[in-house]
């Protein structure tokens, strides 16, 4: 189990055997009638297919009762900013996973992602980019000679990522490093607007 969640997680970053498939026909629907949608999100991977998609909102009756009860164990008595419905190729394209995203004050924030059962996918929290260590931090450099700013650890079952954010001649750089400073997935981040239909 520990294996396959790690590759699920490696998945979502665009790492190994890329699978892809359509638009989830759920996509649309749930960006409709979830409450206080703020953001969607398509993730492409290589060749253009799309490899996962994301409605951001704050309907917590849309999130299982298991991952609010997760979220709520690994962050103990934060408040909730905002919720993830999500679709991904690593998952079979089929299988809806859910993250929540909480305040830990002072403008950071951190998240949970599991599946509807409350299996832990993985927890996501703020690194300090004073103490970003320095392999990572190089390698990072040395792949967009820009500005960091933002870093994330995502530790799961089988899995320990440092996830970056760094911004270079007008665009956003996403890198996702192993501990040791690898480069598993580089992609750029667009704004965007999607248009949905309503029924």
């Known amino acids: 189990m520990k294996r396959g969640i790690a590759g699920l997680v490696l998945g979502l970053a665009g790492c190994g055997a890329e699978r892809t498939m359509?638009?989830?026909p759920d996509f649309g629907p749930t960006a409709v009638r979830a409450q206080g949608v703020r953001e969607l999100r398509l993730y492409l991977g290589h060749g253009a297919a799309v490899r996962g998609l994301a409605v951001y909102h704050t309907d917590e009756a849309l999130i299982p009762a298991p991952v609010r009860a997760l979220g709520a164990q690994s962050?103990?008595?934060?408040p909730v900013l905002y919720f993830e419905t999500e679709w991904h190729a690593a998952a079979g394209g089929a299988q809806a996973l859910y993250e929540v995203q909480y305040d830990l004050?002072?403008?950071?924030?951190?998240?949970v992602s599991a599946l509807a059962d409350g299996t832990l996918l993985y927890v996501e929290q703020p690194i300090a980019l004073d103490t970003l260590p320095p392999a990572i931090r190089t390698a990072a450099l040395a792949v967009v000679p820009g500005t960091l700013v933002e870093a994330e650890s995502k530790v799961g079952p089988g899995l320990d990522q440092v996830d970056l954010k760094l911004t270079h001649e007008g665009r956003t750089h996403v890198l996702v490093m192993s501990r040791d400073g690898a480069l598993l997935w580089h992609a750029l981040r667009f704004p965007a607007q999607v248009e949905v239909p309503v029924p």
């Not at 004050?105 to 998240?111: A, D, F, L, N, Q």
């Open 22 to 24: 359509q638009v989830h």
């Open 75 to 78: 962050f103990p008595g934060r």
């Open 105 to 111: 004050g002072e403008g950071i924030s951190g998240e």
